[in-house]
């Protein structure tokens, strides 16, 4: 740590030099300062100079990067923004909260730019429209608080990092990012993706508890926590990062928790996810564009979805601040010069002309009640506006009182416990594991023997659901050599000649096949089914199979996205993850039908409604439920069950 200049401020309000201020923990702040320059592509950041020396960049990644990966987007032409670091300054928050402007910044014309009506009438359209016809399980749709700032921009930025510094807790970064004509001041409570040493970690962070007036409770949590909707909410986008976690690393990523994370005005519920990868964090950070906690799920159509229902483009919010910091190790055994740490800009005040923008989002689910959703977005941007100043404070009161507290009513405030350390609370976290999947929570060792199906390969087709990423990693586990394919990239010859064809998940209506997308799974499953060749069927592709084997198609009168359920698949009791809002029915009772000819099919539905959740028959088996979520418990064995009937020899 340096000393502090005490002129710095004053010379950076000059806006001579661009700059960020940030601070990543409770003590001290960094000063970047450098030279910015505007890319194309996350490719494009450049980490070496000409000489090829590593060097430092803090790059602003905007949501229409998104075109990267070929997601829809409304393209604002918001730049990829590099500094490069050319100069470093730490010091403590003690120096800079003395040093920083603290008079008031005020606003003119405030207030939502989508009224509260009209917000909660998107709510109630996605609801029906998206959700409840196949394109998805959650969807975040954002709104913008906005208002006229009239103070010099620069110096409304150091005001309002000061403000941030003092009153904002729990924060993962808080900063203040100033280059020319764009200024963002943020605390983002949610880490991305980061990179360190070879180890990707990811932060999911859902579920959104407003503080009463006086501040919250072990009671008033405690409600919180059981909510069924905020607990699907978390689980949801635990699956939706594992995806990405099992397209970046070979060991496809263990989850801890779940945890809470406290803040001034809000608390959420959060996951840790951690595995190991050797990529560029470039492609670290091309392959989890964006995170679903401000997004959707599944991601590709969520982006669709999000261009449908918002009018204006994103700008920065839901991307990412992306700090790459060159490694100091002597040896770096293949693996990246850099580490990565990226923050998602959500809670975040831009500043550009003279107008302050604070984009807040809800994340929709099949339980969402409009007006709550409404109720969320005030809350989010509540805690950045009253953060910085912008609406009056509350004085939030001690979470937990601490020991000293409770004998002396003198005991300072700030000595109170966080309300994760409360044994019924921490309880109460805890037994939210008792209904996830052991394989994602144990470390994944490498199966004993190769697995009970090593020596033979798969070929995965993803209907765009990277479900498929955590299905292959299962499929691995159990011995397999496994590719992906996308399904607007296999060829009849792959489908032809794979030892095995797992045909995976995706959004949409199985009974339009008006789609390129729609009509090449059907084509898939068809052509696998003709050649008697093996094939399991997931989800969407499960549906396809059971239409092409005569059994109707309905849609569910209430859609199962993110519910767990135990079912009988073939005699044995399993606990599955759903998420579908279609479904294959037969009549109750129906255990087998004659759709082959001289074979029967086996058929696993319910009991009383008939709803299909496994088919079997001569060369391949299928699964309306996703084996490879967190909600299966009893994901793998079912697996394992589904990929040896495909593959057992076809008897005449």
Avoid at 394 to 417: C, F, G, H, Q, S
Avoid at 607 to 630: K, N
Wanted: overall charge negative; proline content about 7%.
């Amino acid at each position: 740590m340096t000393g502090f200049p005490h002129d710095l401020f004053a010379e950076l309000a000059q806006g001579a030099l661009p700059f960020a201020l940030i601070a990543r923990d409770a003590e001290t702040v960094e000063l970047l300062t450098g030279d910015v320059a505007d890319v194309d592509l996350l490719a494009d950041i450049p980490l070496v100079d000409a000489a090829g020396v590593p060097r430092e960049v803090l790059a602003l990644v905007p949501f229409r990067q998104v075109r990267e990966r070929g997601f829809a987007c409304h393209d604002d032409g918001a730049p990829l923004r590099c500094l490069t670091v050319t100069g470093r300054t730490v010091f403590s928050r003690v120096e800079a909260l003395a040093q920083l402007p603290s008079a008031p910044v005020a606003l003119q014309g405030a207030g939502f730019d989508i009224d509260d009506e009209a917000y909660a009438d998107i709510v109630r359209r996605v609801i029906a429209d998206e959700i409840g016809r196949g394109e998805g399980a959650n969807f975040v749709i954002r709104r913008d608080f906005t208002a006229v700032v009239d103070a010099d921009p620069v110096t409304t930025a150091l005001t309002w990092f000061r403000a941030l510094l003092e009153h904002e807790r729990g924060a993962y970064w808080t900063f203040a990012v100033v280059t020319p004509g764009h200024i963002a001041v943020g605390a983002s409570p949610e880490a991305h993706v980061s990179a360190r040493d070879g180890v990707v970690t990811m932060n999911p962070i859902s579920g959104t508890f407003r503080h009463p007036v006086g501040g919250a409770t072990v009671e008033t949590l405690t409600e919180f926590l059981r909510s069924t909707k905020e607990t699907e909410e978390l689980f949801m986008v635990v699956d939706e990062e594992l995806k990405m976690m099992s397209a970046v690393c070979s060991d496809g990523g263990r989850i801890t928790g779940p945890h809470l994370k406290e803040m001034s005005r809000l608390t959420h519920t959060e996951y840790v996810l951690r595995g190991r990868s050797r990529l560029d964090p470039r492609e670290i950070l091309r392959e989890t564009m964006f995170a679903p906690t401000v997004t959707g799920s599944p991601m590709q159509n969520a982006c669709t979805v999000i261009t449908r229902h918002e009018a204006s483009p994103r700008g920065y919010y839901s991307g990412v601040a992306a700090l790459f910091t060159p490694r100091t190790d002597e040896i770096l055994r293949g693996e990246s010069t850099h580490d990565l740490d990226a923050p998602i800009l959500i809670r975040t005040a831009y500043l550009a002309d003279g107008r302050l923008r604070v984009p807040v989002g809800a994340t929709l689910v099949r339980h969402s009640d409009p007006y709550g959703e409404v109720g969320e977005t005030h809350g989010k941007a509540a805690g950045v506006l009253g953060a910085i100043g912008a609406i009056p404070r509350d004085r939030p009161a001690p979470a937990v009182l601490p020991v000293a507290a409770a004998i002396d009513e003198d005991a300072p405030a700030a000595a109170a416990r966080p309300l994760g350390s409360d044994p019924e609370i921490a309880s109460l976290l805890a037994s939210r594991n008792a209904r996830l999947a052991a394989f994602w929570l144990n470390p994944q060792a490498a199966p004993e023997g190769g697995g009970p199906f090593a020596g033979r390969s798969a070929i995965v087709v993803d209907a765009e659901d990277r479900f498929t990423t955590m299905l292959a990693h299962q499929l691995r586990h159990l011995g397999l050599d496994v590719a992906i394919v996308p399904w607007g990239r296999v060829s009849d010859e792959q489908i032809d000649d794979a030892e095995l064809v797992v045909s995976g998940p995706g959004p949409g209506d199985p009974r339009d096949p008006s789609t390129p997308r729609m009509r090449r799974m059907r084509e898939v499953v068809a052509r696998r089914r003709a050649e008697g060749r093996p094939l399991v069927a997931v989800c969407l592709s499960h549906q396809i199979l059971a239409d092409g084997l005569g059994i109707a198609l309905v849609s569910l009168d209430k859609p199962h996205q993110g519910l767990q359920k135990t079912v009988d698949v073939f005699g044995e009791q399993a606990s599955i993850g759903f998420y579908n809002t279609f479904t294959a029915r037969v009549p109750a009772g129906t255990t087998r039908i004659d759709a082959t000819g001289a074979q029967e099919v086996q058929v696993a539905a319910d009991p009383v409604t008939g709803d299909v959740f496994a088919l079997r028959g001569p060369g391949f088996a299928s699964i309306q439920g996703h084996l490879e979520s967190i909600l299966s418990r009893d994901g793998m064995l079912t697996l394992e069950r589904l990929v040896a009937a495909a593959l057992s020899p076809v008897t005449a």
